[in-house]
Structures are given as structure tokens and as C-alpha cells.
């Protein structure tokens, strides 16, 4: 069984930047797609970034591209979501999920995920 541990939320004024870590417990990660999703009080999970195996291959929704950057080091089981600029907007809990043994693009819609961390809460204040 796959475990995902996320790391690195917290409270940051508008403009700030957080570094969110996701560290995989198990040998295959390099074999995974990761993704990162979020989700406000009272809507859908929505995806925020994702990864392939191996780091090539990164997209994101418009909602974010140019200000979050997601990487991964395999070496270290670990996938990162850098955020700048952040926006009150970008106020969630984020979390993030691994589609096991998968060599394609990585995945932007969350039915796609097999395994889900706990969740780390972003607060993004004005």
C-alpha cells in the first residue's frame, strides 16, 4: 500500500510563496504520475499540477500556470508544489495523489488517482 504524506502548508500573505512536499512511501515511485489537487470549503476538488515518472513532462490549469511549479526527486520518494504569488483564491487544502505504474502524461483529472495524502491547508491572506 501506497502512503502519501504532504508537508509544508501554512499561512502566508497575498504575493507570498509556499514550497509543498509529498513523500511517498514505497520502491516504485519513479513508476508513478503525481498529481497535486485542492479543495475550498464548499467546492469540487480541483486539480492544480501534475508530473510524469520521470520529471519531463508537467501541466497545469490556467488558474495557476506561471506561479506553481511542480518537480519531483525520485531519489527521495518526494513530489514538490512551488507556489508564488499567491492569491487569497488559492486558499485550500491541498493534496497530493499518485496513479501507480504509469508511463504516459501524468493525469489531470482525479478519478484518474489510485492513492491520496491527507492534505496540507494553504491560507492565503489579503
Known amino acids: 500500500q501506497v502512503q502519501l504524506v504532504e508537508s509544508g502548508g501554512g499561512l502566508v500573505q497575498a504575493g507570498g510563496s509556499l514550497r509543498l512536499s509529498c513523500a511517498a512511501s514505497g520502491r516504485s515511485f519513479s513508476t508513478y504520475a503525481m498529481g497535486w489537487f485542492r479543495q475550498a470549503p464548499g467546492k469540487e476538488r480541483e486539480f492544480v499540477a501534475a508530473?510524469?515518472?520521470?520529471?519531463?513532462?508537467?501541466i497545469y490549469p490556467d488558474s495557476v500556470k506561471g506561479r506553481f511549479t511542480v518537480s519531483r526527486d525520485n531519489a527521495k520518494n518526494t513530489v514538490y508544489l512551488q507556489m508564488n504569488n499567491l492569491k487569497p483564491e488559492d486558499t485550500a487544502v491541498y493534496y497530493c495523489a499518485a496513479k501507480l505504474g504509469h508511463w504516459g502524461p501524468p493525469p489531470a483529472t482525479r478519478y484518474e488517482y489510485t492513492n491520496w495524502g491527507q492534505g496540507t491547508q494553504v491560507t492565503v491572506s489579503s
Open positions: 508530473i510524469n515518472w520521470s520529471g519531463s513532462n508537467t
